[in-house]
Every structure is written in C-alpha cells, then in structure tokens.
C-alpha cells in the first residue's frame, strides 16, 4: 500500500464536458504530481504542486488545472475534454522533493 | 526534449533466469533514477531508486547507474512468472523541482 489513493477509479465523460479527479495523500506528503498515462505509454508529467502551490508544470494546456489543499488531498481538473483526453490519470506522492513518489491506483477517463 | 529510453520487448526469459532491463537518459544533469513495475491496468509500483554511480542491490534486483554513459539497468535475479509486468524507466530531470520522464517501457515475460 503505497498510502494514496485516487477517486473515482473509472469515469465516462463526453466531449466538451468538465471533469474533477481526486488525490488523497499520506500525511506529511507535501509533494503531490499529476501524470497522464496513455495506452502504451509511459506516464506523462503534468505538474506538481508543493505544499498548496504549482511549482512546475509539464507540456500540458490551461484546461488542465490542479489544487492541493492543506490535509493532504489535491485535485485535477480538466475542461473542454478532448478525445485525446482519454487515459488513465495518476497520482504521486512523496514527503519532500528528494524522496521517491509514489503512485495511487489511478482514475481510469474515457471520452466518447 | 529530455528523453528516456528503453526496448519496448518483449523480452523473453524462462523461468530462474535472469532478466536484463536496459535504460538511456538524454539530460546529463539528471540526479535521480528509478525503475517502477506496472502490471496490465494497473499503476506503477516503485521498486528500485538509485541516486550514485555504481550498483544498489535490494532482494532479487539489482540496479546499475552510469552517469558518464547516461545509462541505467535493472537486472532480476531468478526470475519469475510473477515478474511478468512492464518495467518503466523514470529519470528526474534537472528542472529545480521534483518531475519525473520516464521512457515507455519494456515488457518483460518470464515463463514457467
């Protein structure tokens, strides 16, 4: 058990739609990333926040936005979905930037 | 572009064999390596981290880092069926806060 967890574990949205994927983290993790892991892909990073604040951000649009709130949970969220959209979102934790993350289950997104 | 590398495999062994998992990184100021395990729709599962030059063994895996040559393996040790899975290659880049690039993968199958 790696401490972190993911809702929901599978969603179904259409296109144009919204969508808010949830993260709760281990206590003390301050450190919380978002990847998108496409089919056959390896995890993409979409960005990290630190302790309430995004302080990086991989090659992701604006419509991709996040907040990490101070008990340890954070949150994704996703507008004007796209059917390249679909994949499966994951979670990563770790106590400070120096140790290893560790990844929840993940939330599995399909758009139609 | 900060690129990892990896065969995609599959790479075949017979069971209490060992298995070789190769890796290359483009940045030269990466700090940081890991190798996770995913097996088939689930999330990545850490299993090795290994910051200096050289070999780190825990249990049945050994990991291999060489800075000068931007190259880093994973070697297990007997291994078996329940190994099958594909092995990420992640690298932390040098960009001031915690990101993760990992290459795409490589299968591993080991039968009994």
């Known amino acids: 058990e790696t401490g972190v967890t993911q809702s929901p574990t599978h969603l179904i949205k259409t296109r144009g739609q919204q969508v808010t994927l949830r993260c709760s983290s281990q206590s003390g993790h301050n450190t919380v990333s978002w990847y998108q892991q496409a089919l056959g892909q390896g995890p993409q990073f979409i960005f990290q926040y630190y302790r309430e604040e995004e302080n990086g951000r991989g090659n992701f649009p604006p419509r991709f936005s996040g907040l990490q709130f101070p008990n340890y949970s954070s949150e994704l969220n996703v507008n004007a979905l796209e059917l390249d959209d679909s994949a499966l979102y994951l979670c990563?934790?770790?106590?400070?930037?120096?140790?290893?993350?560790?990844f929840g289950d993940g939330t599995r997104l399909s758009i139609l | 572009q900060k690129e990892v590398e990896q065969n995609s495999g599959p790479l075949s062994v017979p069971e209490g064999a060992i298995a070789s998992l190769n890796c290359t990184y483009s940045?030269?100021?990466?700090?940081?390596f890991f190798w996770y395990r995913q097996y088939s729709g689930k999330s990545p599962e850490l299993i090795m981290s290994?910051?200096?030059?050289g070999d780190k063994e825990d249990g049945r895996f050994t990991a291999q880092l060489n800075k000068a040559s931007q190259y880093v393996s994973l070697l297990i040790r007997d291994s078996q069926p329940s190994d099958s899975a594909t092995y990420l290659c992640a690298v932390n880049v040098d960009t001031g806060f915690q990101k993760l690039v990992f290459g795409t993968g490589t299968r591993l199958l080991v039968s009994p």
């Open positions: 940045d030269r100021g990466s700090q940081s």
């Open positions: 990563a934790s770790s106590p400070d930037q120096n140790q290893p993350q560790h």
């Open positions: 290994i910051y200096s030059n």
